[in-house]
């Protein structure tokens, strides 16, 4: 008899065993032959090799749909066991995971279908586009889903300490309060997400870490998902020490908006560099989203175009 420790820490336990552990009984049920033990977030298994591996393959069904439909219900249960889960689990309509409250999150715009399928098969992506275009909360979106899958161990975003017209050393509060609204956006998505406590529980042991660009250095990033944010505002310098920061099996993706850079006149952007001195390597994915993957109030893809078409006069 061989024995299997699994941790469940990506997971809403509740959801995948039921209040009062109804839906685990059911699971047991279904196994006969493997005697399941479950403590908190942890699962021993004791059973032949193959029942381990072949509960391991349903284990990773379950949490899959619990992603994808925010729901595991005991006829799901029964239905990923013993029917066809490529079917039952096929993508539908663009989602990319469900978050608080049941909330779909979707790629809503061809661009952002784009980011979702090319990070899929390339290890880095820069989004470049406007305000509103979704980039940032997209790769949010993709980001969260692929630690709930278990595909990565770690979450960390990132954004270039320059603000727009605003000084961070003259606000009030240790670094993490300084930096808390300065971060606001990446906030707003994880919300969006993940329920508060699992956030702050994520926040607080490691798993998703939220830091200013400066404190990328020196650092190897394995097996994570990187996501730095506003890169218009990297130098050339800061944007090669980030890009080589990457460690094996992580994703990198690079978001911004060539048009609002908040850098001194005399240095150079870093993600306009990176773009045109990385152009030729295949593996690399740009993808530049425009006032047509726009999801905000209508007026806003008026002003995009608007200020393109003055840019362009001028």
């Known amino acids: 008899m ?13 959801k995948l065993f039921g209040a009062n552990n109804k839906k685990l009984d059911k699971i047991r049920s279904l196994f006969p032959q493997l005697k399941i033990i479950a403590r908190g977030e942890n699962l021993k298994l004791m059973g032949s090799i193959a029942q381990i591996k072949y509960f391991e393959q349903k284990l990773t069904a379950f949490i899959k749909h619990i992603n994808q439909y925010n729901s595991l219900t005991i006829s799901h249960i029964e239905r990923l066991v013993e029917g066809d889960e490529k079917e039952i689990l096929k993508t539908k309509d663009d989602v990319i995971l469900h978050g608080q409250n ?5 790629a809503r715009t061809a661009n952002q279908r784009k980011m979702v399928e090319e990070i899929s098969v390339k290890d880095m992506m820069f989004a470049i586009g406007p305000a509103g275009t979704g980039k940032t909360y997209t790769a949010v979106a993709i980001a969260v889903k692929a630690l709930k899958d278990r595909e990565i161990k770690r979450i960390i975003f990132t954004r270039p300490a320059v603000e727009a017209g605003e000084n961070l050393g003259f606000l009030p509060g240790d670094l993490k309060e300084k930096l808390d609204p300065y971060m606001q956006p ?21 798993t998703i870490q939220i830091a200013p660009l400066a ?33 094996m099996s992580a994703k990198f993706i690079i978001t911004g908006d060539e048009t609002q850079i908040d850098l001194p006149k005399h240095q150079k952007s870093g993600l306009i560099h990176a773009k045109n001195t ?13 006032s047509k993957d726009v999801i905000r109030h209508k007026l806003v893809k008026q002003i995009i175009k608007a200020y393109k078409n003055n840019d362009e006069h001028n």
């Open 186 to 206: 990446i906030y707003d998505a994880l919300f969006d997400m993940i329920p508060i406590d699992k956030l702050n529980e994520y926040v607080e042991n490691g």
């Open 278 to 290: 990385l152009k030729g390597i295949k593996d690399i994915s740009f993808i530049t989203l425009d």
């Open 2 to 14: 061989s024995e299997k420790k699994i941790t469940l820490s990506n997971i809403e336990l509740v």
């Open 215 to 247: 404190f990328m250095r020196g650092r190897t990033l394995d097996k994570a998902f990187v996501i730095l944010d506003e890169g218009q505002n990297t130098t050339e310098p800061q944007m090669k020490m980030f890009l080589t920061r990457m460690g």
């Open 102 to 106: 049941g909330k779909v999150i979707k």
